[in-house]
C-alpha cells in the first residue's frame, strides 16, 4: 500500500502566496506522475497541474504564471508553490501520484487526504 500525506494549506488573502507538499511512503517501486488537483464547493475535482518523473509538467489554464509545481524525486514528494492567490482558487487541493509497486505490475492512482486552501480578505 501506498500512502499520501499532505500539508500547507490554510487561509490566506488575495494576492498572497501558499505552498503545499505532498509526500508518498508504503510500497513504491517508481512514480510516474505527480499531480495536484482541487475541488471547490459544488464543483467537480479538476486538475490544477501535474509533473511527470522526467520533469515535464502541465498547468491548467486558470493557474499558469501563478503556480509551480516540482518535485524531490528522491523524497517522493511533490510540491505546489501557489502565488497571486485569487478567492476563485478557494477549494479542496488533493495530491494524486500514479505508482508502481512492483516492476512487473501495472500502476496505480493513490490520493492525499485532501487540505483546505482558502483565499478571502
Known amino acids: 500500500q501506498v500512502q499520501l500525506v499532505e500539508s500547507g494549506g490554510g487561509l490566506v488573502q488575495p494576492g498572497g502566496s501558499l505552498r503545499l507538499s505532498c509526500a508518498a511512503s508504503g510500497n513504491i517501486f517508481s512514480i510516474n506522475i505527480m499531480g495536484w488537483y482541487r475541488q471547490a464547493p459544488g464543483k467537480q475535482r479538476e486538475l490544477v497541474a501535474a509533473?511527470?518523473?522526467?520533469?515535464?509538467?502541465n498547468y491548467a489554464d486558470s493557474v499558469k504564471g501563478r503556480f509551480t509545481i516540482s518535485s524531490d524525486n528522491a523524497k517522493n514528494t511533490v510540491f505546489l508553490q501557489m502565488n497571486s492567490l485569487k478567492p476563485e482558487d478557494t477549494a479542496v487541493y488533493y495530491c494524486?501520484?500514479?505508482?508502481?509497486?512492483?516492476?512487473?505490475?501495472?500502476?496505480?492512482?493513490?490520493w492525499g487526504q485532501g487540505t483546505q486552501v482558502t483565499v478571502s480578505s
Open positions: 494524486n501520484f500514479d505508482v508502481k509497486s512492483y516492476p512487473w505490475q501495472s500502476s496505480n492512482r493513490y
Open positions: 509533473i511527470t518523473s522526467g520533469g515535464s509538467t
